[in-house]
């Protein structure tokens, strides 16, 4: 069993930047993994993902030229480098991780979940 824990999130003006992180521990070996995010009375939608082999990546359009996914496999750590915050990019992010070399934008494709750290962009 994979368990992920999320830091880093926290409160920060628009135009600030943030980093989240994630530790995974347990099995890993070909895990891809990604963040999502989950604004309060809205569903939970793709961010940003990276294989197992730290690239490619995809983003959502949203978060496009701003956020930048990244991993260090040798400290199990998946990384989200967010810049230029919006308000808009107010949520609980998670973290998560799926049992394939490849990465996916669905949410349904992930089997391991982190329990989310929470970002708010003051404008």
């Known amino acids: 069993q994979v368990h992920l824990v999320e830091s880093g999130g926290g409160l920060a003006q628009a135009g600030c930047s943030l980093r989240?992180?994630?530790?995974?521990?347990?099995?890993?070996?070909?895990?891809?993994m990604g963040w999502f995010r989950q604004a309060p009375g809205k569903e939970r939608q793709f961010v940003a993902a990276?294989?197992?082999?730290?690239?490619?990546?995809k983003y959502a359009d949203s978060v496009q030229g701003r956020f930048t996914v990244s991993r260090d496999n040798t400290k199990n750590t998946l990384f989200l480098q967010m810049d230029s915050l919006k308000p808009e990019d107010t949520a609980l992010y998670f973290c998560?991780?799926?049992?394939?070399?490849?990465?996916?934008?669905?949410?349904?494709?992930?089997?391991?979940w982190g329990q989310g750290t929470q970002v708010t962009v003051s404008s």
């Open positions: 998560a991780a799926r049992n394939n070399y490849f990465i996916s934008t669905s949410l349904g494709d992930y089997d391991y």
């Open positions: 989240l992180s994630c530790v995974a521990s347990g099995p890993q070996f070909a895990l891809a």
């Open positions: 990276v294989n197992w082999f730290a690239g490619p990546v």
